[in-house]
């Protein structure tokens, strides 16, 4: 009799071995785990028929690159126990690198069916299944690539769509648009130089699946917030159709934009998976160890715990979706160089028991872990059970939704916002600095994905989302935004004007305040979603954006916005501009428009709209930003410049031109940079 192979129960998943692989899978409450492979029609089970802990673990002959291979998992069938096993399910291997197939939504994926899983006859014997693909991580040759490692200070973040930014990009070839490798084309990657962003945040690229509900009037989950697989990039952005070269497109795309010197930060949506509440389909880890990877309600384990509106949340309080969360980090830094990660919903990742946790083993884990170290944690800190901006720890950045809104508010005109429009730009030290936390802390943003574009908030004062087919119950209906008169597109030149102005005054704002400024793709063109503030099932021209058209003044304004960002520290502090108790000297200074210092009854005045941030740095220029919200032209009486007389750089009252004396009037609405050269 020969000798049993051993094999080991980690690293879970795949690695490869001389002959076939070892498999490993975390179950604690799994009877029977089989690794199934499918090949000419074909498929091959093999039990993994090791146990150590609650790991099953085995060797697969044959396995190799390329191999297409699901999951069959036995055990009770007792939802109300949290145990939904189905021996007659393919599931997808959580620790999955690639993946193939689709899904055709039927009742066997829904429900406890133990008929044969799939629906539809399919030749190569996987049926609707999605499956995974076994992956070689030596196969991509990463040559001298290095990470920028850009500085918070000095990193500019644009939000986009790896689709919709290059679908219809002249320049890209055809075949290319659309893809992994249509943002690495030099077409690409010179529009996002020349416009001077430092890192593109790419909206969700894990493999996710769309939703029956969209598929059936046509829509599909155009922003990818539906993950099935943690660590596999989503096909469908790959102009490849071999799984394995779609990895290594991807990585190919990373190595460019760090040729360039662009950072890669992923959105990733660890907080839910597209496996729903109990009536959604099993696809992978409800069916390898529901009450393990997802957090069931207390008294009733049939149904599931959720704070992100989805059907579920992972059980961020367990072992293992703990570590298939880390896992899956530390495999997208060390296997395909990304540079930060935003976390959607980051809020839902800290409840371990059910409130929020600064201390929770998620982020006790992250901040440890030295591989993670030295890469962008962004997080989204709120679920729908809480806000959480400001709660984050010292080493994290956050969406500041309270940026957003405030600056929202204070742009259109609403009363009494001087004082707390001024907090933002300093970089909300209301929010951040009694935690000693800097205002590289606060992600300043005023539109995003999720939401109106910038063009669309100075357009509309209501959402128009009928194309998503939900009656208008869909998407946030207090979105702070303007018209200016006209509900929609117009060729009034006076209502022109002002949306050309307050675009401009918004990203002027974003560029100029103390953080780290994030701008949504398209903004800087004008680019339009019709009105659409959810377009989240919208893979169309409403979400892509427009070569055709754009605006190239608007476009013009943001890039020199950036370069004098990047190039005058004055503009980018790394810590609060007025700390007089550590001795630095004083680097802002805030006046009135009659050149006064406020008082605190100024602050509160509802009248007070227009004020003077003066911005300095010692050894470099200082800047004089002035801002006007209100609905009249106001006169500026200009403080005394610290070296040389104010000049010009740039502003949104397209009257304000030539020299600058020791007072300025600044159109309704429109906001001016000075500077004063050493």
């Known amino acids: 009799m020969g000798a049993t192979r051993r094999t080991a129960p980690y690293p879970l998943g795949v690695r490869l071995i001389a002959d076939g692989a070892e498999v490993a899978v975390y179950s604690e409450t799994a009877e029977r785990v089989f690794v ?66 689709s899904y ?12 044969d899983v799939f629906q539809r006859d399919d030749t190569d014997g996987a049926g609707s299944a999605v499956l995974g693909v076994v992956t070689d991580p030596r196969s991509f040759d990463w040559g001298d690539d290095r990470p920028p490692r850009t500085p918070l200070a000095e990193t500019v973040v644009y939000e986009m769509h790896v689709k919709g930014f290059t679908k219809t990009m002249p320049g890209v070839p055809d075949e290319l648009r659309g893809t992994y490798a249509g943002l690495a084309h030099p077409a690409a990657i010179d529009y996002l130089r020349e416009l001077g962003v430092t890192a593109v945040e790419l909206l969700p690229v894990h493999r996710f699946v769309h939703d029956s509900h969209l598929l059936d009037k046509g829509l599909t989950n155009y922003w990818g917030y539906n993950t099935l697989a943690f660590l596999a990039p989503h ?8 799984p394995l070269e779609q990895v290594d497109e991807f990585r ?48 009733d384990a049939a149904h599931y715990y959720d704070t992100t509106g989805t059907g579920n949340s992972l059980n961020v309080g367990h072992p293992a979706a703990l570590a298939l969360i880390m896992d899956s980090l530390r495999y997208w830094v060390t296997e395909m160089h990304v540079d930060g990660f935003r976390f959607d919903l980051a809020t839902t990742l800290t409840r371990q028991a059910g409130d929020a946790d600064v201390h ?40 500041n939704g309270r940026f957003r809104d405030d600056v929202r508010d204070f742009w259109r005109g609403e009363a009494g916002m001087l004082g707390t429009f001024a907090q933002r730009v300093l970089g909300s030290p209301d929010v951040y600095e009694a935690s000693r936390r800097s205002p590289l802390s606060s992600v300043n943003f005023v539109t995003a994905h999720d939401g109106f574009t910038l063009a669309d908030l100075t357009s509309y004062e209501h959402k128009h989302n009928e194309a998503n087919g939900e009656g208008g119950a869909d998407g946030e209906s207090d979105n702070r935004s303007a018209n200016y008169g006209v509900e929609g597109p117009s060729d009034d030149p006076a209502v022109v004007e002002v949306r050309t102005r307050q675009r401009k005054n918004f990203l002027a704002t974003v560029l100029l ?42 476009q013009a304004f943001t890039r020199q916005l950036i370069a004098l960002r990047l190039a005058e520290p004055a503009l980018r502090p790394d810590w609060y501009r007025y700390a007089t108790d550590s001795g630095s000297p004083r680097t802002v200074d805030i006046r009135r428009a009659d050149a006064r210092r406020f008082t605190e009854h100024d602050w509160h005045e509802p009248a007070h709209r227009a004020a ?21 032209g106001v006169e500026f009486a200009l403080p005394r410049p610290r070296r040389k007389a104010w000049q010009l750089e740039l502003s949104s009252d397209a009257g304000l031109t030539g020299g600058i004396g020791r007072r300025l009037t600044l159109a309704p609405r429109s906001m001016a940079l000075l500077r004063s050269p050493r």
């Open 612 to 632: 003077v941030f003066v911005l300095g740095h010692t050894g470099f220029d200082t800047f004089a930003f002035l801002v006007n919200a209100a609905e009249n």
């Open 36 to 101: 199934c492979v499918f090949d000419d029609g074909k498929e091959t089970r093999t039990e993994l028929d090791d146990r150590t802990g609650h790991v099953f673990h085995g060797f697969v002959p044959g396995m190799r690159p390329g191999t297409r291979y699901g999951l069959r998992v036995a055990g009770p069938w007792d939802p109300a126990a949290g145990l939904r096993f189905n021996e007659a399910k393919v599931l997808l291997d959580p620790y999955a690198t690639a993946t193939t197939g």
């Open 513 to 554: 305040s103390a953080g780290v400024p994030m701008v949504l793709g398209g903004d800087e063109r004008g680019r339009t979603q019709r009105g659409n503030n959810n377009a989240y099932c919208q893979d169309n021209e409403i979400s892509w954006f427009d070569w055709e058209h754009g605006d190239g003044e608007l």
């Open 360 to 399: 929770s083993a998620f982020l006790t884990l992250i901040h440890q872990d030295p591989t993670l170290a030295p890469v962008k944690m962004i997080a989204e800190p709120w679920d729908l059970a809480g806000y959480q901006v400001g709660g984050f720890p010292a080493d994290w950045s956050e969406w």
């Open 235 to 242: 096909p469908d952005y790959a102009a490849a159709a071999d």
């Open 252 to 299: 190919a795309m990373v190595a460019a934009l760090h040729r360039a010197g662009i950072e890669v930060i992923l959105d990733v949506v660890y907080n839910h998976t597209a496996e729903g509440n109990e009536r959604g389909p099993t696809l992978s880890l409800k069916g390898i160890d529901n009450p393990s990877y997802y957090r069931l309600v207390d008294d």
């Open 104 to 115: 055709e939504w039927g009742q066997a994926l829904f429900s406890h069916d133990l008929s």
